[in-house]
T-cell receptor, first 113, second 116 residues
Framework: GAGVSQTPSNKVTEKGKYVELRCDPI?????LYWYRQSLGQGPEFLIY????????DSGLPNDRFFAVRPEGSVSTLKIQRTERGDSAVYLC???????????FGPGTRLTVL | AQKVTQAQTEISVVEKEDVTLDCVYE???????LFWYKQPPSGELVFLIR??????QNEISGRYSWNFQKSTSSFNFTITASQVVDSAVYFC?????????????FGTGTLLAVQP
């Protein structure tokens, strides 16, 4: 079956702009996670959803970052007033339930000029 | 606080050598999970294994094996007879079972280069 997909694969934007990153989880997976990976580092947790609700958003760095999952499937990570420090690969993962292992998508590489 | 340490930043071996990647974790949780993921040059994280804190049996899957020792808080990963296709960054990760969150806490990764 299809894995986790993320669009776009690459996004280049200018400082101060707004961006949206999309994640399509594996069909039937109820839990969805967002991570951010900077060069040479391991992924860092941002937020996760169980169904439509954000169960833990403690990893979001500030209020410029927001994520939604309105129908319990696709999720969008939204970043307002982007800064150069937001440049990273944004990874999405999903799991069948909260007790199952997480499977990752290919990521979106965000570059803020 | 929970933490995962992968002290080996880079390892280089010649094909067919065995190699062990180290992972040490810190936690006060009694129940937790440990993971290994592989990140090849393409960038996608590939799930390799998940172990429950109550299961200390070593696991073998083909050329891969894992050694979990609670006494030393370690979860090491060995690749036997390495191949060029094993070249990747390998991440160890921790997931607590405190009920508050299911987030994964990753180490900084070990870059494995297998030379032909």
């Amino acid at each position: 079956g299809a894995g986790v997909s993320q669009t776009p694969s690459n996004k280049v934007t200018e400082k101060g702009k707004y961006v949206e990153l999309r994640c399509d989880p594996i069909s039937g997976h109820t839990a969805l996670y967002w991570y951010r990976q900077s060069l040479g580092q391991g992924p860092e947790f941002l937020i996760y959803f169980q169904g439509t609700g954000a169960a833990d958003d403690s990893g979001l760095p500030n209020d410029r970052f927001f994520a939604v999952r309105p129908e319990g499937s696709v999720s969008t990570l939204k970043i307002q007033r982007t800064e150069r420090g937001d440049s990273a690969v944004y990874l999405c993962a999903s799991s069948l339930t909260l007790d199952d292992e997480q499977f990752f998508g290919p990521g979106t590489r965000l570059t803020v000029l | 606080a929970q933490k995962v340490t992968q002290a080996q930043t880079e390892i280089s071996v010649v094909e067919k050598e065995d190699v062990t990647l180290d992972c040490v974790y810190e936690t006060r949780d009694t129940t937790y999970y440990l993971f290994w993921y592989k990140q090849p040059p393409s960038g996608e994280l590939v799930f390799l294994i998940r172990r429950n804190s109550f299961d200390e049996q070593n696991e073998i899957s083909g050329r891969y094996s894992w050694n979990f020792q609670k006494s030393t808080s370690s979860f090491n990963f060995t690749i036997t007879a390495s191949q060029v296709v094993d070249s990747a960054v390998y991440f160890c990760a921790f997931q607590g079972d405190g009920g508050a969150t299911n987030k994964l806490i990753f180490g900084t990764g070990t870059l494995l280069a297998v030379q032909p």
